[in-house]
């Protein structure tokens, strides 16, 4: 499977950014979806996963309120929308593919990764 994540870029506090994942080469539909971040000088951290039906989300506590993790099946895609964007959301993003039934919330659990699209959030 191959990813492609999209859509990083600029924006100032309190702003809004949808990232795309889109995936090929694969059974998109079978997999668990994940964002993940890097911060300079962090660890990759979980930031939302999504079951394969996208019946099943789950949040970093970070996050929760402020992102939603929704994907098409129809498209080979899953989106991150960011909304209320803080300057702590700064890192970069990456998607991530997981043969799996649950949503993992470690890295090493996820079979796939896309390259990364950074986000930087400044005024």
């Known amino acids: 499977v191959q990813l492609q994540a999209s859509g990083g870029g600029w924006v100032q506090p309190g702003g809004s950014l949808r990232l795309s994942c889109a995936a090929s080469?694969?059974?998109?539909?079978?997999?668990?979806m994940a964002w993940f971040r890097q911060a300079p000088g962090k660890e990759r951290e979980f930031v939302a996963g999504?079951?394969?039906?996208?019946?099943?989300?789950n949040y970093a506590d970070s996050v929760k309120g402020r992102f939603t993790i929704p994907r098409d099946n129809a498209k080979n895609t899953v989106y991150l929308q960011m909304n209320s964007l803080e300057p702590e959301d700064t890192a970069v993003y990456y998607c991530?593919?997981?043969?799996?039934?649950?949503?993992?919330?470690?890295?090493?659990?996820?079979?796939?990764w896309g390259q990364g699209t950074l986000v930087t959030v400044s005024s």
């Open positions: 991530a593919a997981a043969d799996k039934i649950l949503i993992a919330r470690v890295p090493h659990e996820y079979n796939y």
């Open positions: 080469g694969g059974t998109f539909s079978t997999y668990v």
């Open positions: 999504i079951s394969w039906s996208g019946r099943a989300t």
